[in-house]
């Protein structure tokens, strides 16, 4: 069965996201888009699965919260989706976090 997917859950603005398909007929246009959780399309455009299937793209992320990828076969392939999200741009101290890191803080705490 057909997939698409991207190489992070959650982005800053700016950042490049990676996009891969697998599990296309092999020659199949695949159209994609990613919608805004406001409604806004961003279309980009048509790509053609390799031999085995596959596809690669990319998309600069632009501010929004959540963010929808939708991957259209023009064959036999359903269409598949797969979201992602933005920097949290509300909380300037927020940071991405990738769920296979661990991370480690140092609190400094001063009596008042």
């Known amino acids: 069965?057909?997939?698409v997917a991207t190489d992070k859950v959650d982005y800053t603005p700016n950042e490049i996201v990676h996009i891969t398909g697998t599990d296309f007929d092999p020659g199949e246009s695949v159209t994609l888009k990613i919608t805004r959780d406001d409604g806004?399309?961003?279309n980009l455009g048509v790509v053609t699965a390799a031999g085995n299937g596959?596809?690669?793209a990319?998309?600069?992320?632009?501010?929004?919260?959540?963010?929808t990828l939708t991957a259209t076969g023009?064959?036999?392939s359903p269409v598949v989706t797969t979201?992602?999200?933005?920097?949290?741009?509300?909380?300037?101290g927020a940071q991405s976090?990738?769920?296979n890191e661990t991370l480690?803080?140092?609190v400094q705490v001063t009596n008042q």
């Not at 990319?58 to 963010?67: K, L, P, Q, R, T």
């Not at 979201?83 to 300037?92: A, I, K």
């Open 1 to 3: 069965m057909a997939a």
């Open 40 to 42: 806004v399309v961003y």
């Open 54 to 56: 596959t596809f690669a």
């Open 58 to 67: 990319s998309w600069a992320v632009i501010a929004g919260d959540e963010f």
């Open 74 to 76: 023009n064959m036999t």
């Open 83 to 92: 979201t992602f999200t933005d920097f949290n741009l509300s909380d300037p």
């Open 97 to 99: 976090v990738n769920t």
């Open 104 to 106: 480690t803080f140092r």
